[in-house]
T-cell receptor, first 116, second 113 residues
């Protein structure tokens, strides 16, 4: 089991460029999440997908789009990158759903993105 | 709104010292509470959890007790090791919010030999 995988590990963009961060999980989880981590601010939820075919905004969705391609994959797209999007991005997945008592999320290793 | 507040870091301790990292929360319902740990260069991993009041979560020598009366979930360890150096995040989830986790800002722990 690879768990949650993310590509790429590092990326440098120029302002205005676009890119897609890829995330995949092999645990057959229903729910998937994208977070950004900034110094002193913890993790903030960008978008999440409670189940295949659904996506919803989190705390900081502006400037991002997502696609839940299938149950395994959940991608995050920056259409026109800005320096304020310089951050570390984490994807996570969980079994959360009916009958699940608590939501343990499993995290990928992260993508470190710099926008110049 | 729902939120988690952790003590400011960084926390620097000598090996075998006692550790406490404070965490308090605000929630409209009855949350489940978690501590996640992030080792350098890695993603977060669950350290321990508690799903109802007075539950004690424990793992790898770390403990935290869900205190509803003080809305707290402080992390403790009796004797820290250099390998415990990491960033620790307190988090909550409410069953009504589709499983979203709300994180505190994180506390960096550095343990010196």
């Amino acid at each position: 089991n690879a768990g949650v995988t993310q590509t790429p590990k590092f990326q440098v963009l120029k302002t205005g460029q676009s890119m897609t961060l890829q995330c995949a999980q092999d645990m057959n989880h229903n729910s998937m999440y994208w977070y950004r981590q900034d110094p002193g601010m913890g993790l903030r939820l960008i978008y999440y997908s409670a189940s295949e075919g659904t996506t919803d905004k989190g705390e900081v969705p502006n400037g991002y789009n997502v696609s839940r391609l299938n149950k395994r994959e959940f991608s995050l797209r920056l259409e026109s990158a800005a320096p304020s999007q310089t951050s570390v991005y984490f994807c996570a997945s969980s079994e959360f759903g009916t009958g699940v008592l608590y939501n343990e999320q499993f995290f990928g290793p992260g993508t470190r993105l710099t926008v110049l | 709104g729902d939120s988690v507040t952790q003590m400011e870091g960084p926390v620097t301790l000598s090996e075998e010292a006692f550790l406490t990292i404070n965490c308090t929360y605000t929630a409209t319902g009855y949350p489940s509470l978690f501590w996640y740990v992030q080792y350098p260069g890695e993603g977060l991993q669950l350290l321990l959890k508690a799903t109802k009041a007075d539950d004690k979560g424990s793992n790898k020598g770390f403990e935290a007790t869900y205190r509803k009366e003080t809305t707290s979930f402080h992390l403790e360890k009796g004797s820290v090791q250099v390998s415990d150096s990491a960033v620790y995040f307190c988090a909550l989830t409410l069953s009504s919010n589709t499983g979203k986790l709300i994180f505190g800002q994180g506390t960096t722990l550095q343990v010196k030999p």
